[in-house]
């Protein structure tokens, strides 16, 4: 769930210290079209982490992240990170992954996007 406490502590550790701002003033957020607090749009998108290090075990090394955001995620929310692997090139030792994350409450994609892992490539034998 993505709880006050994370966005709280997600705007300290971005020092996202706007003095009215959607993502910690519950009062000023009330009055926006969003009429309560949203996360930040790159919180939720560190959610898809877990999943992927659980599909590129040791020794992956995150390259790239590009994320689109679709729709908000409102403090409270359920969200689930999916990741698959599309396509794997051995020549770079790089893995492509594509991001997705659903808000499970509504079913709504908010966050789409691509992440690149590099491995060590193998030594040759010969």
Do not use: W
Request: aromatic share 8%; glycine share 8%; with cysteine.
């Amino acid at each position: 769930m993505v709880d006050a406490d994370a966005v709280d502590a997600y705007a300290d550790l971005s020092d996202d210290h706007n003095p009215i701002t959607i993502h910690v003033d519950a009062k000023y957020a009330a009055s926006t079209p969003f009429g309560r607090r949203v996360a930040h749009g790159m919180l939720v998108a560190g959610y898809v982490q877990s999943a992927l290090t659980a599909l590129v075990a040791l020794g992956g090394v995150s390259k790239s992240y590009t994320f689109e955001l679709h729709a908000p995620t409102f403090v409270g929310s359920v969200v689930d990170a999916a990741v698959t692997c599309v396509e794997v090139d051995p020549h770079t030792g790089r893995a492509y992954f594509d991001l997705a994350i659903t808000d499970v409450g509504t079913g709504k994609a908010v966050i789409s996007g691509r992440a690149v892992v590099a491995f060590k490539k193998a030594a040759s034998t010969g």
